[in-house]
């Protein structure tokens, strides 16, 4: 069974400017970042700690799942 990998933000900020995210900030403990989708701008909130809690990685995912393809996201947050 498939289980959450532990990740930092800095690690899911790198991930998601490699699919086309931007940053519009990221100062202090949160960076925002966005991509411009059929003209309208989609945004995420990533917290910068070093380790991601569980239930906010899950957020992270179920978010990005509305612009990022299910299995992209399935080999980057989750162990085989």
């Excluded at 519009?24 to 411009?36: I, R």
């Excluded at 991601?52 to 996201?73: C, D, H, P, V, W």
Aim: proline fraction near 1%; glycine fraction near 8%; avoid cysteine.
């Amino acid at each position: 069974m498939s289980k959450l990998r532990v990740l930092s933000g800095k690690d899911i900020v790198k991930f998601l400017r490699k699919e086309g995210f931007e940053i519009e900030y990221g100062k202090g403990s949160h960076s925002k970042l966005f991509k411009l989708i059929g003209g309208k701008k989609e945004s995420i909130t990533i917290p910068l700690h070093k380790e991601i809690a569980e239930g906010t990685l899950r957020a992270i995912y179920n978010q990005a799942s509305k612009f990022i393809s299910e299995e992209k996201l399935r080999k980057y947050f989750y162990t085989n």
